[in-house]
């Protein structure tokens, strides 16, 4: 049988490097807020002629808008993303573009006030802390019947941190090499995520309950060994017809979508990768007290 169990300290100290890895990026870049969470204007415009993205931003820049980001959608419209303008910065920004683009055509404007942008990104804030708080609630109630069941939450929400420190990881990275940005698309993959991944969490703790009720073994560790390589297969037939159906959304959507669909699609994997040996484990861990032979995994 595939022993998963086995190592689990190099699995745990794995993630602990990635999380670690993560959180230094993010400290080190920060998110790449979007209009949703802090104040500016976006015009959305097309031109009559082809323009290339990167001369684009070079003459917005140019205009004396050095902090502005260039999108663009599938019909082949750009977001311009600057501080906020007022209507006639607007007018003086687009007939400036015009005279050295050629003809454009304003599709829309958005202003966000500083006031707007914060309360949204409180509110996101509080809606991922209530979740998490909501799923150890559900987890520790769920497993009651169990020894320790707080141990059963509180591993489900160390797994869930991992996950949203990755993401959050790579979207710092690619907020500074691609220019991205975080938005309410963003916030509401991250909240997917956590959904998914408690999902096939608790697919897991289940089949350890079931084993632990038939006695399957003695040993806390092949009990839990034995769930995970019963449960395997229908995890990761999940993860793909999930996959399957993230990629259409990607190829047929377009970019639009692209930061729900980036944040759900790395949740995706990265969840499937921590309900399978993340959590799980480090509630053999703890069970077994061997917290201090993590970095230590040679000796397992």
Known sequence: MLDIVGKRFWYITLSAIISLICLIFLAAF??????????????????????????????????GYTTASIESNPQGDFLIHTTKMTTEEKNQLKDKLAAQFGTITEKAFENVDPVIAKETARIAGIGVIVATVGILLYMTWAFRHMPRPFRYGTCSIAALVFNIL???????????????????????????????????TVVVFDRIRENLTKGVSVKFEAVVNHSLVETLSRTLNTTITTLITILAILLFVGTSVQNFITSLLIGLLVGTFSSIYLAPLMLVVWEKKEWGRIFRPSRA
Do not use: R
């Not at 807020?33 to 931003?57: N, R, Y």
């Not at 916030?187 to 998914?196: A, E, F, P």
């Open 166 to 200: 990755l993401v959050a990881g790579v979207f710092a990275i690619f907020g500074k090499i691609a220019n991205w940005e975080v938005d309410l698309g963003f916030i509401i993959g991250i909240l997917s995520v956590i959904g998914y991944t408690i999902n096939n």
């Open 30 to 63: 920060g998110l790449n807020l979007g209009i949703d969470f802090s104040s500016g204007s976006i015009l959305t415009v097309s031109f009559e002629k082809e323009v290339d993205p990167a001369q684009l931003k070079q003459a917005v820049v140019g205009l």
